[in-house]
């Protein structure tokens, strides 16, 4: 079956160390976007990309990075220059018409520094 | 520009009783909506979404929304609340204008369901 992997589901970031979150997709999706979610509190977008190779600042993008090598594939890097990254990362993907299919959603990774 | 702003951030309900949750919208051109369910610790799952057809929509376990343009309202509502319904619920607004691709999600409802 077609959907979106998170990997891990639960990953833990000592001070100062950067960690790599993975999202996959077989959905042949073009579009691909990383978001954060606190606690209490709706998405806010990190990052997305269009296609291959492209990716744009979302809301939130301080601390972060990713790359867009592979269109099944949209990693997300949470940075030590993020000061506050405990939180649910979620990743989601749509394919060109987006606005009228919506996103397909990953099952997120829960991000916690020790 | 395209918004959406949730009403309540927190409805309960009894079991076996009707749910509703309220949505409004802005739009600047003829707006996809859509209503997305998310379980503790879990990705957020579509429930239903209306993109022009028919203006009642029905959607997984029950639930139906109905676009109301004269009053930009987009409400999520069931019959019967069970348990299992126990969730956050995002509505969302889509135009396909300026913000292309984009969705713009509410803040969401947390709905509780007391036996």
């Known amino acids: 079956d077609g959907g979106i992997t998170q990997s891990p589901k639960y990953l833990f970031r000592k001070e100062g160390q950067n960690v790599t979150l993975s999202c996959e997709q077989n959905l042949n999706h073009d579009a691909m976007y990383w978001y954060r979610q606190d606690p209490g509190q709706g998405l806010r977008l990190i990052y997305y990309?269009?296609?291959?190779?492209?990716?744009q600042k979302g809301d939130i993008a301080e601390g972060y990075s990713v790359s867009r090598e592979k269109k099944e594939s949209f990693p997300l890097t949470v940075t030590s220059a993020q000061k506050n990254p405990t939180a649910f990362y979620l990743c989601?993907?749509?394919?060109?018409?987006?606005?009228?299919?919506?996103?397909?959603f990953g099952s997120g990774t829960r991000l916690t520094v020790v | 520009a395209q918004s959406v702003t949730q009403l309540d951030s927190h409805v309960s309900v009894s079991e076996g009783t009707p749910v509703l949750l309220r949505c409004n919208y802005s739009s600047s051109y003829s707006p996809s909506l859509f209503w997305y369910v998310q379980h503790p610790n879990k990705g957020l799952q579509l429930l239903l979404k209306?993109?022009?057809?028919?203006?009642l929509v029905k959607g997984i376990n029950g639930f139906e929304a109905e676009f109301k343009k004269s009053e930009t309202s987009f409400h999520l509502t069931k019959p019967s609340a069970h348990m299992s319904d126990a969730a956050e619920y995002f509505c969302v607004v889509s135009d396909g204008g300026n913000a292309g691709n984009m969705l713009t999600f509410g803040g969401g409802t947390r709905l509780m369901v007391k036996p």
């Open positions: 989601a993907s749509s394919p060109q018409q987006g606005w009228t299919y919506g996103y397909t």
């Open positions: 209306y993109t022009s057809a028919a203006t």
């Open positions: 990309s269009q296609i291959v190779n492209d990716f």
